[in-house]
């Protein structure tokens, strides 16, 4: 049971840093861009605020539904070990 905790967390934990890396990967690049183009200050803040904003909706949009099926698989395991399992310690450990 322990296993499926920690793959589920895993693999939660795994694409949260790959969405990040993505992010990171996108304001470099149009960080870089908009320097190039003379725009610097804070018109670039502004212009990179809302891109990371737009960039956070589309990954929620994207994997929205895998986090909350990940999430909901965790829930069931956790309650399929309270139900189970009675005799051990009333917490969960990850």
Do not use: C, D, W
Not at 14 to 34: D, K, M, N, P, Q
Not at 60 to 87: E, K, S, T
């Amino acid at each position: 049971m322990q296993h499926l905790y920690n793959l589920i967390v895993g693999l939660i934990v795994g694409l949260f840093s790959l969405i990040v890396a993505a992010i990171a990967v996108i304001e470099h690049g149009a960080r870089v861009a908009l320097m190039r183009i003379g725009i610097g200050g804070e018109a670039q803040t502004a212009l990179l605020a809302l891109l990371l904003l737009a960039l956070i909706v589309v990954a929620l949009r994207l994997f929205g539904r895998l986090f909350g099926v990940l999430i909901a698989i965790l829930l069931v395991l956790v309650l399929l070990h309270a139900l189970f399992a009675p005799g051990m310690s009333g917490t969960v450990s990850f």
